[in-house]
């Protein structure tokens, strides 16, 4: 018999019910009951769904995230947070977000702390996906405790339910890799304090009579040095007397040279994703002791499409016979990372929507798979038909081949990635173009989203306000920022994206090749979700998207006007992008796509257009051997969207993050005549980068973190520059805010702006 299992379960809900509950809970409007009531109810549920696989996850469910439930459960919370008021939950919320809750009903933190709570923990990716957690933070002192209740409570709840119970925790191993040491000290020193906390933690289990418990160990997919490979044996040898059976988990990649080290660990069994690299599993099978469970992640946890069924049973069926009993089956990963039910997609095309899978549809292919192999492939004859069918339509649909962009991209050559001039030459073109002052001055893209521009998208959407009236309001609002910016005294415009619901959305929404879903909302971080847009077939621009609005920005002034595009590189990275080619292609077809509304917005005589690339890095594979592989396709692509334009027209760039030391000559590569990059809100890391590597062309390291209703006063950002004069030349300096503004609120946003004109002034007057 296969064993059918999975490594975790969307948590958020169909309808996103955890968000409303926390968001309810938050805010006051409803008691702490209501919200552990929800919990339980989506746990319940969740199970449910989930029935007939001989393991079920417990403990995947989290309030805000796994990793913060982690470090609640070693007893690991900062000590700033344990604050004299609330319980635990409070301390757990207060790590998440600054604040227990808003209200007094629930909080004391606004009263005795300040109305800014206390300082939220760290967020960043988990690995290479757009989910978010919360960074544990340890010092040379960290002590450890451990707290199981959490675990406890909802093995208890799943007993009730007669759910064949596996608890999931994150192991130590990659607990230690993804905290920060605070002050600098070896975290790989924590780990014979840390490792009884786990112990103690796999004894509470197994006297509750667990038999298997799952520990996710991703970051066996990553580059390990020996120190690293050394706390794997160290780890899981203390670990192995205790009485459950461990599951060792990877995912979110091949383990490749990490085969060895993970084969051997002395575990009862070993989870790998197996669609990473077949080849990499298969090998797997020879160096695995033979008294092991192979666990293969053979769905794709992390994408939208439906499996090839014939395809991955021709492939497991020898495995099964070779395996028989030792053989386990799985998504590659948690299926946190998609949508909860394609049931539920009433807008998507009947033609799209047939080759699609969300988390209850995986698990679906996942009982045919277990089935053909238990029991031959008869027995699930209709389900393969059918999954055949829509295959096959996938691959032959006019949807997603289209002859002309094959053709198109075919001719796109090399030669279309180069600008006519070296910068050297292009530089003095355009500043005699544009005329601009040094130290000149602009903004990031996107103006307010204002409660009004909401509501005006929002009764034009739903068919209340016509083409035209919504058209007018859009353009008030251009107008409207067009006049603040001249009064201000920026030297560069911008129209405010007013327009736009979200820089990957609005574009795709106009793009032929892109779908996108009603529900398929998947956890960002804690309450936020986002709904990636579905890239399923190839990439064409059948209008202009952006010209008329930027035009129109342009006539209301005298000053540069930049037209603002979302470049091909976040494009890919924030959809969930289509399997059946790889994703440089699809990164290419979306810069030939772009090109031409680059080369229109030019035609139009807009002088400066901005391509945002706020994802390139996060698109970095999760082996430094990859990066290179990854920067050149992504770096070429950028170049063919941008690198149409004539010398005098002047390219810019923004990226969000500050972590650039380490790509910075790819930065360059791009050759954009001017990036700007958050720089403030990192405290300035970013120009450490510039210590070592001569910046070529135009750049502005944001002046002030635009995430803070804070006001900068005019002295913080005219150091800020001088700090970046001492780096950069000052004649490539351009000062900008760190970011976008579109969740500030103008009467942030003016003072703010204010003050870093005049810095620039200050400045200009100094030299
Ligand atoms: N132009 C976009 C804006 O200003 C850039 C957003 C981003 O970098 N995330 O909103
Ligand atoms: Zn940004």
Redesign the pocket.
Known sequence: MTTLHNLGFPRIGAQRELKWALESYWKGQSPREQLLATAAELRQRHWARQQGLAWVPVGDFSLYDQVLDMSLTLGNLPERVRGDHGDALDNYFRVARGRSADSARHDHDAHHEGCGGVAAGEMTKWFNTNYHYIVPELTAGTQFTLDASRLLTQLHEARAQGVPAKPVIVGPVTYLALAKAHDGSNKLALLDRLLPVYAALLDALAGEGVEWVQIDEPILVTELDADWQHAFNTAYHQLKSSRVKILLASYFGALLDNKYLAANLPVAGLHVDALASREDARQLIGLLPPHKVLSLGVIDGRNVWKTDLTALLDWLEPIAAQLGDRLWLAPTCSLLHVPVDLASEDRLDPEIKSWLAFALQKLGELRVVGQALDEGRAAVADELVSNARALASRRQSSRVHDAQVQQALAQATPALEQRHSPYAVRAPLQAKKLGLPAFPTTT???FPQTAEIRHARKEHKAGRLSDADYQQAMRAEIAHGVREQEALGLDVLVHG?AERND?VEYFGEQLAGYAFSGHGWVQSYGSRCVKPPILYGDVKRTHPITVDWIRYAQSLTKRPMKG?LTGPVTMLNWSFVRDDQPRSATCRQLALALRGEVLDLETAGVPII?I?E?AFREGLPLRHAHWQEYLDWAIAAFRLMANGVRDETQIHS???YSEFNDIIASIAAMDADVITIENSRSGMELLGAFEHFAYPNGIGPGVYDIHSPNVPTQQSIAQRMREAARRIPANQLWVNPD????TRQWCEVVPSLAHMVAAARELREAA
């Open positions: 990031i893209g996107s994206e820089m603002m901005q945002d706020a923004h990226m969000c970011c976008g503004l579109k």
